[in-house]
């Protein structure tokens, strides 16, 4: 096996390993507020997070920058918590456009929290390459495809149940950042690091 495929192997098994659900649950919160039709938006939204957390994964591998792992650890349900709560406060029929565009700053910000997250694993896989530029790419790349697979999931439960089952979608999007806002709450609880 390559190292291309090794790590981008790794990247896509990291981000869909279900005990790695925190990382889930964000992708999740995400794309609650979306419907299959919008599917180009939610790409643009998940690759503005992978560029963010492309950038920390890189600079925290290289260790270009150091990062309080404990800190991190809560600081990742607190971004889902976060984005969780701003679906749940969003009102539906007075979204602008402008409201749209912070989705993407709020992705992009978040995935820099979300890579620093990613860094210990990855250096500790890197410890022995001499170059991390395809390893690093390729991880990276995994964790592209595992999110889609992830939004695919979700925008076709939504478009199910919206559509077919003729849930509300303002219930669909309550219920779904209401539970993932829940869960998070729970994490933040047990990453305190005071």
């Excluded at 992830?150 to 089952?165: D, E, W």
């Excluded at 849930?167 to 219920?175: E, I, Q």
């Amino acid at each position: 096996m390559s190292t291309f495929s090794l790590y981008f192997n790794l990247g896509l098994t990291h981000i869909l390993d279900i005990q790695g659900y925190d990382h889930i649950l964000f992708v999740v919160a995400l794309c609650a507020l979306y419907m299959l039709r919008d599917w180009r938006k939610v790409l643009i939204l998940v690759t503005a997070f992978t560029i963010g957390h492309s950038v920390t994964l890189a600079l925290a591998t290289l260790n270009i920058i150091q990062v309080n792992a404990a800190f991190i650890e809560f600081l990742i349900p607190v971004t889902i918590f976060i984005t969780a709560v701003s679906n749940i406060l969003r009102d539906q029929k007075n979204a602008s456009p402008s409201r749209v565009q912070l989705n993407y700053v709020y992705a992009l910000f978040f995935g820099l929290i979300h890579g620093m997250g990613f860094s210990n694993y990855l250096r500790s896989l890197l410890g022995q390459e001499e170059d991390i530029t395809v390893p690093l790419l390729a991880f990276n790349l995994g964790l592209e495809l595992g999110q889609i697979v992830i939004v695919a999931i979700v925008l076709v439960a939504a478009s199910i149940f919206v559509s077919i089952l003729s849930v509300a979608r303002r219930d669909w999007k309550l219920v779904i950042s209401a539970a993932v806002a829940g869960i998070a709450l729970t994490l933040m609880m047990d990453a305190k690091f005071w």
